[in-house]
């Protein structure tokens, strides 16, 4: 394999929960970056909340990522810049599903961007077939007995029906 680029990068998100489209992208940047930091939001950003405290999926991506040798799995609650900085990271990698997230990205960039200009936003294209893979829709899904398999890891799959059918 080729050689990673030295330094730290940070993969920030809700993980509300880590779907096979993040673990895919968290994957791609541990084979870039010597280390990589998963950084899960402990915080309600702009939305509803969450189905799993922050501890919750913490674990869940501990467990996906532990084979990987490079990745650790972090809460944060604070700016996600000064996070970066906390683990001395130059870049925040985040992927890129289909145009939808484009506008959504494109405003957090200007933003993080203002406020740490030297910390890089870096986005990895979805794989094919995780393009229209999201937390919420895999929530929808399990909210209503759809099949999980091969959209999010088998431990998320049973405690999301779990939590959802309570
Ligand atoms: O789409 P997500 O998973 O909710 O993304 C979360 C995050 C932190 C990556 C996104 O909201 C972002 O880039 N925010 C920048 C502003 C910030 O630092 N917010 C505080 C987060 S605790």
Redesign the pocket.
């Known amino acids: 394999m080729a050689e990673r680029t030295s330094g730290t990068a940070v993969c920030?998100?809700?993980?509300d929960p880590v779907t096979l489209g993040h673990i895919d992208i968290i994957t791609r940047a541990s084979q870039v970056f010597d280390r990589v930091v998963v950084?899960v939001?402990?915080?309600p950003?702009?939305?509803q909340k969450t189905v799993f405290t922050a501890e919750q999926r913490v674990a869940f991506i501990t467990a996906e990522v532990a084979p990987l040798g490079n990745v650790e799995v972090q809460a944060?609650?604070?700016?996600?810049?000064?996070?970066a900085r906390e683990n001395g990271a130059k870049a925040?990698v985040?992927g890129l599903r289909a145009i939808s997230d484009f506008e959504?990205e494109f405003e957090?960039n200007q933003?993080?961007r203002k406020m740490a200009p030297d910390i890089e936003s870096m986005y990895l294209m979805a794989a094919p077939q995780y393009s229209f893979l999201s937390?919420s829709g895999v929530k929808e899904l399990a909210m209503f007995g759809g099949d999980l398999t091969g959209l999010v890891p088998a431990p998320v799959a049973s405690q999301l029906k779990e939590a959802l059918e309570r």
């Open positions: 920030p998100g809700s993980y950084g939001v402990n915080q950003v702009r939305k944060f609650d604070n700016l996600l810049v000064e996070f925040i985040k959504y957090m933003l993080n937390s």
